[in-house]
Structures are given as C-alpha cells and as structure tokens.
C-alpha cells in the first residue's frame, strides 16, 4: 500500500503542475483603453506640441508708467472694444503736474498779451514821434526862411534889430524843437525793439509751456491703460492697490519675473495653435500643411487647423507654461494654425497635441 501511494502522488503532482502549466499559458484579452490614444490621418505624420492662443497671439498689457493700481474697469473674460480702459494707474502726481502746466500756459498767455499791448503802444509812440518830426520840420522850414530873409532885409535896413534877433531865435528854437523829435523818435524806436524782443520772449516761452501742457496731458494719458484691439480679458495678474511695474518680461529679467498685469486677446471669434516642431522634423514641415489638433488626454476631441504661417527663426523649446525661462536643449520650429472654436470648450492656454501632415517625397 505504501509502494502504491509513493507512485500515485508524485504522479498526481505531475499531472497537477501540467494542469497549471496549460492554464497559465492560455493568452488573457487586454482590457481597452477609455480613451485611444493619439492617431493621426496622415501617412507621413509630423507630431508636435501646441498651446492655444489668441488670434494674432496673446498680448501682455503692462503699465507705460510704473505706479499703483487706483481702478480696474474689466473683469476676467470680458470682452472690450479697441480703446476701452482697463486699468489706471494713481493719477494724482500728474494731475498736479498737469494742473501747473495749465496754468504756467494760462499766466504766459497773460504775459503774451502784455508784452502785444506793449508793442502795439509803442508803436502808437513812435507814429506821433514821426508826427512830431513833420510838424517841428516844417516849422523850422518856414522860421529858417524868415531868418535868411530877415538877414538881408536887416543889411539894407528894413528890419530893425529886434525883429532880425527875434526871428534869429525862433529859427534855432524851432531846429531844436525838430532835433529833439529825431531823438525822440530814435529812442522809441530803441523802446519798440525792446517791447518786440519781450514779445518774442513771452511768446518762445508760451510755446515751450504749451508744449509741456501737452506732454503732462499725454503722460496722464498714459495712466489710462486701454485696449489696443478688440479682445478679451484672459487673465488678470494685478488688482487695485498693488504695485505695477513698466519694465517688460525679456530673458535678461530675473528668474519668475512679475507677470504683466492683464493677458489680452481674441478670442470670441477664432483661436489660434502654436505648434513646436522638434528641428529634426523641421524640414519636412511644408508651407499650408494641412494639420489636426487633439486635447490633450482626449484624442476622441479633435478640430481642424488652418495655416497662417511659420515663424522662420528657430527658438529653444520651451516648457508650456508661459514661463520664458523653462528651456530645454532643443530647438524648435513655431508654426501657427487658425481654427474656429469647435463644438466643445477650447481655451487660451490650453495645450494640444498637433499632427501635421509631412512632405510626402520624405
């Protein structure tokens, strides 16, 4: 019996372990994904990376002037027409400034009018003085004549000494009467040139107050930022009573500059994708390619793009996050497609995968 039982179960095990050796070899179905993944229709396929943006690219609006927030007229995803405000910056150092500027020109215009009644007096004075002149001429013509007559009439007699002294002295009085006019005239001639040179003085100095009105009333302009197209709101970054600064993001900036204060663009009739094409696929992109775009993580969601065109300078890619200073150690190709909004939400910012349909003789 026990002879039988050492033969019977190392047989059992045998057959057992061949019995699990043909189960586990059996293949199981895989299970299907929720979401198949990416696919492309094109039999030569260019894969990228794209984000959304607004139609002719978003735009980060800033302060011209640097200062603190006071008001802020748009909410986020507002839409607003070309030069509708946004935000304002403190206006009440330029108010000031604007105020003397106003009232600089208003005393020089003052001044101005001054210095033109001035000149138009001396004028007057030099017109009697030249007046004058004609009249003590004329007079000292007529005496000089009875003098040279009296002269001979007195050698022969006719004349007695008194009238001939009398008439002697009304000549040399009535030539210094006229002398005395010339000079005046000379004088007032002096004073007229003086008036018109004050005048011209006021009147540079009301243009350079005038222009520096101007100038104060542009830069409180200027703390009105408004919309420089038709847009939307898409981000706000600053709010009243925060510190706005006007140095612009470049790479130069430190690490996580400031954002600007609002992210502006169109959006409410077309969208547009910035798609990277690594630099090994860059020579088959083809002007007008057609292409596709997929939402990320949702291949089932997918929306033609229409060409505009390839930016021809070839940048260091960058991470999608809107951040200038992620970088990697590749180049890319930017290419930009237009699409009109699809039946589902697609939103600025939002990050698609893109496939491009490639040069067909590659």
Same mark, same amino acid.
């Given at each position: ?122 004028? =007057?004075?030099?017109?009697? %003085? *030249? +007046? @004058?002149? #004609?009249?003590?001429? $004329? ?50 001639? =002096?004073?007229?040139?003086? %008036? *018109? +040179? @004050?005048? #011209?003085?006021?009147? $540079? ?60 663009? #169109? ?96």
């Amino acid at each position: 019996m026990m002879k039988k039982m050492s033969i019977a179960l190392p047989t059992a095990g045998v057959i057992l372990l061949g019995i699990l050796l043909v189960v586990n070899a059996r293949k199981l179905p895989h299970s299907q994904p929720l979401i198949p993944p990416p696919s492309s229709p094109y039999d030569n396929t260019i894969a990228a990376s794209g984000i959304v943006e607004a139609t002719g690219q978003n735009q980060s609006i800033s302060a011209t002037v640097p200062g603190v927030m006071t008001k802020l007229y748009v909410r986020q995803g507002e839409v607003v027409k070309k030069g509708a405000p946004l935000f304002q910056i403190d206006p009440r150092d330029q108010e000031a400034a604007f105020r003397n500027a106003v009232a600089s020109v208003r005393a020089n215009t003052e001044g101005v009018a001054v210095s033109e009644s001035a000149v138009q007096m001396q004028m =007057a004075s030099v017109r009697s %003085t *030249e +007046a @004058a002149i #004609a009249s003590t001429r $004329a007079t000292y013509d007529n005496a000089a004549q009875i003098a040279a007559r009296d002269v001979v009439l007195h050698r022969e007699g006719i004349v007695d000494d008194q009238d001939y002294i009398t008439a002697a002295k009304t000549r040399d009085t009535d030539r210094a009467l006229w002398q005395q006019q010339v000079a005046l005239l000379a004088q007032a001639k =002096a004073q007229l040139k003086n %008036t *018109e +040179a @004050a005048l #011209a003085q006021q009147q $540079a100095n009301l243009k350079a107050q005038v222009a520096l009105r101007d100038q104060q009333a542009v830069l409180l302009g200027q703390l009105t930022v408004r919309a420089p197209r038709d847009g939307a709101v898409l981000q706000i970054n600053n709010y009243p009573g925060e510190y706005i600064s006007s140095i612009p993001t470049t790479p130069t900036t430190p690490a996580n500059p400031a954002p600007a204060a609002l992210l502006f663009g #169109a959006t409410y009739s077309s969208l547009q994708v910035r798609a990277d094409v690594d630099e090994i696929n860059a020579s088959n992109v083809l002007p007008g390619a057609p292409a596709i775009a997929e939402l990320k993580g949702d291949s089932t969601r997918t929306f033609p793009l229409q060409f505009v065109r390839i930016d021809p300078y070839m940048i260091p890619k960058q991470n999608l996050t809107g951040n200038n200073s992620e970088l990697v150690d590749v180049r890319v190709l930017e290419v930009i497609y237009r699409f009109d909004p699809p039946r589902f939400p697609v939103y600025a910012g939002q990050q698609v995968d893109v496939f491009i349909q490639g040069d067909k003789k590659k």
